[in-house]
């Protein structure tokens, strides 16, 4: 246990006469802890781009709704009738009339 030890500390499990497969253990370790990391940085791209999204997305809705908000004040009866004063234009104070056309046939 002792030897072992000390043949990590020391190094020599690389450069005896069966290192080569301790090489090829460690090369593989690097290997794997490569695909980790690469692994690790694109989750957190995705999450970034995510992140992004969801706040793209709330701005739009927001700006739709203030939209729609216009729109729905501008649709008003009132607020049509203060733009036509404007304009000189007063609504009507005779009902309309419906007007019957019988065919001829």
Do not use: C
């Amino acid at each position: 246990m002792k030897k072992n030890i000390y043949s990590i500390l020391k190094g020599t499990f690389l450069v005896s006469d069966d290192s080569f497969k301790n090489w090829r253990f460690i090369l593989f370790i690097s290997a794997l802890a490569i695909v980790m990391i690469a692994s690790s940085h694109s989750a957190d791209k995705k999450v970034y781009e995510i992140a992004r999204l969801k706040n793209e997305v709330k701005e739009i809705r927001s700006t739709f709704l203030e939209g729609r908000t216009k729109l729905m004040r501008l649709k008003m009866e009132s607020n049509v009738i203060n733009v036509m004063k404007e304009k000189g234009i007063s609504p009507s104070v005779i009902p309309p009339k419906k007007i019957k056309v019988k065919s001829q046939n």
